[in-house]
Nanobody, 124 residues
Framework: VQVVESGGGLVQTGGSLRLSCTTS????????MGWFRQAPGKEREGVSC????????QYANSVKGRFTISRDNAKNQLYLQMNSLNPENTAAYYC??????????????????WGQGTQVTVSS
């Protein structure tokens, strides 16, 4: 059972990054998926989540209009397109899977499986 993120890196303010996540040994296309982040000294916070069909999405207010979550069930891939990045977005970003059959909820406790995280650093 694995959840693996990729795509993090160093970017300047105003730049973009696309994070990817794949799973193995899990029911990817039957599960809601989410992105969370944790900055040094801060609690983990929800960024975005998406239902198993992709029809329902949720975003933290701080990223609405700048980040877009999507998924390709045929490829077993989850994405987070991040635009207009700023230093406040610097954090480790985690992909997570929730075995919920419907919808998604941006609550860490609802997600059963987590990746190891990928670091996003935005320089000023």
């Amino acid at each position: 059972v694995q959840v693996v993120e990729s795509g993090g890196g160093l970017v300047q303010t105003g730049g973009s990054l696309r994070l990817s996540c794949t799973t193995s040994g899990l029911n990817f296309d039957g599960s809601a998926m989410g992105w969370f982040r944790q900055a040094p000294g801060k609690e983990r916070e929800g960024v975005s989540c998406i239902s198993r069909s992709g029809g329902v999405t949720q975003y933290a207010n701080s990223v609405k209009g700048r980040f877009t979550i999507s998924r390709d069930n045929a490829k077993n891939q989850l994405y987070l397109q991040m635009n207009s990045l700023n230093p406040e977005n610097t954090a480790a970003y985690y992909c997570a899977l929730d075995n919920a059959p419907y919808g998604c909820q941006l609550i860490a406790g609802a997600f059963e499986y987590w990746g190891q995280g990928t670091q996003v650093t935005v320089s000023s």
